[in-house]
């Protein structure tokens, strides 16, 4: 591999979190001083957070929004983080201003590099219920659900049900640099 940081190389997405450790206060500190000081577009910031613990209730709010397939892992993350995004325009209709899905991305990104360098593992979840998730934490007008994403120690892949155990124990695969370039 090319000279690059381990907290990159290292960084992978698993599906088996420890379901006996939990994250203490200063690692859910660190997380989200992280993803504050990511960059964004006009130095606007528009993510928001809420970090839910396991089992309190916000973590429950945010694990029932999340797919069937996605809960049979994600309940054993010690932390369910929703990232979500503000937007000016709260019309019905209304899209997102420009950048801020990239901004907040970067948030989860620098979220994520932290999270390798304290020895914790960060998988990130898309399809949610957004709408239930608005609903179910009471999120305030504006404030969009874009991903969950679980944080916790890396556990055993062998506890996962047997359809997930070769998905998180198969070989980890990245397109050659070339197939990324466009010319």
């Known amino acids: 591999m090319t000279d690059l ?21 200063a690692e859910a ?6 993803a504050r000081w990511a960059p964004s577009l006009g130095n606007r910031q528009p993510w928001r957070f809420t970090l839910g613990h396991r089992d309190d209730e916000t973590w429950k709010r945010i694990l029932v929004n999340l797919p069937e397939h996605d809960q049979r892992w994600a309940h054993r993350a010690a932390a369910l983080l929703l990232a979500a995004h503000v937007d000016t325009d709260t019309g019905p209709d209304a899209a997102p201003a420009d950048g801020v899905a990239y901004d907040l991305g970067q948030a989860v990104a620098h979220l994520t590099v932290q999270a390798t360098a304290l020895g914790l593992h960060v998988r990130q979840v898309l399809t949610v219920d957004r709408v239930g998730l608005a609903a179910d934490l009471q999120l305030p007008p504006g404030v969009r659900p874009y991903a969950v994403v679980a944080v916790g120690k890396l556990g055993d892949p062998l506890s996962l049900p047997a359809d997930l155990v070769a998905e998180e124990t198969g070989l980890r695969r990245r397109r050659p640099l070339a197939d990324l370039l466009l010319s």
């Open 29 to 34: 500190v660190s997380l989200l001083e992280a």
């Open 5 to 25: 940081t381990p907290l990159l190389a290292y960084r992978w997405s698993p599906l088996a979190f420890d379901p006996t450790e939990e994250l203490c206060e």
